[in-house]
């Protein structure tokens, strides 16, 4: 059915309500305070890669379609289920360079949504931040765990999930209370995307490698939302696409390698800052910055490099990528394991990210400060005062 609007009154709101989203979205950005900062929930010992629990599932060989692969998808489903966030699978064969047989893959994606946006068919008006790494390991050397890559950057995600998911439940309670309707409208989700079969089983080629990423993104696209949706499908309702990937080793340096999302690099690289003068991380006041390029002016072309952000970019979805550069010494060695992570690097990494969506959400006034069963970062500086 096809619905002509022609109320002029009703033109009027459309319209404004258009002004306020453009509004909202190009200066809801809320930094937050000194106080705020300290309120982040620290991850403590549970990205221990002996201790953690968020981690050591994820320390063991995850290649596609494996005992490991599969544990791992059960330890999201276990975490996220957990928090009550709804789960997707996006299972799909496909032939690799190794046979001719198709293949199991299975992405995974949880997402945190308003609760007013839940029901009916609300898909095609829910915009989303969405926090991504991948799960699989390289098939070589065998017994690689792929420490860095990118069992760390999954459990870091984790952790930001769970800093945030009470957080978030309470700011949308009080949204529900004030009623502000244009508010409630806008008001986006959260996504974290866990994708599988990004490695290559010979050698990275177009064909060889991200097979879960290209396969998503191909899917996304083709899935329309219903007719008059604010979104026409998922991938034109992801407001960033975070991908996280190759960290967790000492001395990362992740550049700024898009010049259309540099802003949001600034605010990561900002909050690096503020936390670090505060000596709320744990790497310390006087490290090298993991974020140097917050000034940075001038992108030349072709910076970038080849990672499950392709079949997303190429399709005009925003993409924050950090990933360190150069790669991490251990980079696909049988040394990129627990024992080769830096643990103070794996927390601050999450203490990071999990500030920038904080800010994202604007949740400073929802953070609990005793960190919902957490530690916070100023706490954990207290306890190693002692
Ligand atoms: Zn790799």
Redesign the pocket.
């Known amino acids: 059915m096809v619905r002509i609007i022609a109320d002029p009154s009703v033109l009027l709101s459309y319209s404004l309500l258009a002004f306020s989203s453009f509004i909202t979205s190009a200066t809801s950005w809320t930094k937050l305070t000194d106080a705020g900062l300290k309120k982040i929930p620290s991850p403590g010992d549970s990205l221990h890669p002996d201790l953690g629990p968020l981690l050591k599932p994820l320390l063991i060989p995850r290649v596609v379609n494996t005992e490991g692969s599969r544990k791992a998808l059960a330890h999201f489903t276990t975490f996220f289920g957990g928090m009550d966030w709804s789960l997707h699978y996006d299972n799909f064969s496909q032939p690799t360079v190794l046979s001719k047989d198709p293949v199991p893959f299975s992405n995974f994606w949880a997402t945190l949504d308003p609760p007013w946006k839940k029901n009916d068919n609300q898909e095609g008006e829910i915009a989303r931040l969405v926090l991504v790494a ?1 799960y699989d ?2 098939i070589e050397p065998k017994g690689f765990i ?1 420490a860095t ?2 069992a760390a950057p999954c459990a870091m995600i984790m952790h930001v999930a769970k800093s945030i998911d009470k957080a978030m439940r309470r700011k949308w309670a009080q949204m529900e209370k004030d009623g502000d309707e244009f508010a409630m409208a806008d008001e986006p989700g959260f996504m974290v995307l866990l994708l599988d079969g ?2 290559a089983f010979k050698w990275w080629t177009a064909e060889d490698s991200i097979y879960g990423a290209r396969h998503l993104a191909d899917k996304w696209e083709s899935t329309m939302h219903p007719a008059h949706s604010t979104y026409k499908n998922h991938l034109s309702s992801i407001n960033l696409f975070v991908l996280l ?2 960290l967790g080793g000492p001395k990362p340096r992740i550049p700024s390698y898009f010049k259309t999302t540099h802003w949001a690099y600034q605010h990561m690289a900002d909050l690096e800052i503020r936390l670090r003068a505060m000596d709320l991380l744990e790497s310390g006041k006087d490290h090298a910055l993991f974020l140097p390029d917050r000034d940075k002016t001038v992108f030349p072309d072709g910076l970038q490099i080849e990672d499950d952000h392709i079949p997303f970019l190429r399709r005009g979805v925003d993409i924050l990528h950090i990933i360190a550069s150069p790669f991490p010494s251990v ?2 060695t049988m040394d990129d394991d627990g024992a080769h992570l830096d643990k103070n690097v794996v927390n601050d990494w999450a203490v990071i990210v999990s500030a920038f969506v904080v800010e994202w959400y604007g949740l400073e006034p929802f953070l609990n400060g005793n960190g919902d069963g957490m530690s916070t970062v100023a706490e954990r500086g207290n306890k190693t005062e002692l």
Do not use: V
Request: aromatic share 8%; proline share 0%.
């Open positions: 991948h390991s390289k792929g890559d990118s990004e490695e990937d190759l980079w696909h």
